[in-house]
């Protein structure tokens, strides 16, 4: 393939399509979305997304804050961190600590939208970009092994699958996502630490941690309610 056959190509990869008619598809999408993260295999597997977005997350707000992004790590047991260098007190490095939780809920409500929307392969090529670009910032084998195999689900998602199938592994995601983030706050409610986000976020402000966890409830809250308004009247 020469490279204006290959631009064809990409170009009608990213051009956004008629959303496909609500159908069987849309409870597939859903059911599939709810076994992942039920199954412990499954979500085991699949975890790491979670945990790279909400690292990402971490990132990009520390960036448009002014931050240096260095770098971020996925750990063996599904945890992260992600590393940028600036003030350690201050708006920046508050916006920063507290943007991971919400980042996988307003992805995964984002995603949702777009997937019924007709705009499925523009997101996964988005979300391919980004992928590749951030393993120039991955800190451990582990790290890379979870980008790389998330980037390359999601680039032959994008590159061999047709509108109903990109809108259907788009709804996926979106849903995983948006589950994957209230089962990470639960977590970090039912059992979290003094280096969890609350806890750092009660350090660097007067506001107590368990008010930070109120706020991310409200959030995700938020971006929910804000996916259902898609997602609903498919349903009933």
């Not at 409870?27 to 597997?45: D, E, N």
């Not at 979106?174 to 089962?183: M, Y």
């Amino acid at each position: 393939m020469d490279l204006q056959n290959l631009a064809r190509a990409v170009w009608e990869r990213i051009t956004p399509t008629t959303a496909p008619d609500p159908g069987w598809w849309v409870l597939l999408a859903l059911a599939a979305a709810l076994v992942v993260v039920a199954v412990p295999t499954l979500w085991r597997l699949a975890r790491p997304a979670v945990t790279i977005v909400h690292e990402l997350g971490h990132a990009i707000i520390g960036m448009l804050m002014g931050r240096r992004f260095t770098g971020f790590v996925v750990s063996g047991d599904m945890s992260g961190h992600a590393v940028t260098v600036g003030p350690r007190r201050g708006f920046g490095r508050i916006a920063s600590t507290w943007a991971g939780y919400p980042a996988p809920a307003l992805l995964g409500a984002v995603l949702v939208q777009v997937a019924l929307q007709g705009w499925a392969s523009t997101a996964l090529f988005v979300a391919l970009v980004v992928l590749v670009l951030s393993l120039v910032f991955t800190r451990s084998v582990h790290t890379v092994l979870a980008v790389l195999l998330s980037a390359l689900a999601v680039g032959a998602t994008w590159w061999w699958g047709s509108p109903s199938v990109t809108a259907l592994v788009t709804l996926v995601i979106g849903v995983f996502l948006l589950i994957g983030a209230w089962k990470h706050l639960g977590a970090v409610i039912t059992g979290g630490g003094r280096g969890d986000d609350p806890a750092q976020l009660a350090q660097l402000t007067p506001i107590p941690g368990w008010l930070w966890i109120t706020g991310y409830v409200v959030v995700l809250a938020m971006c929910t309610w804000w996916a259902w308004t898609a997602l609903g009247p498919q349903l009933f």
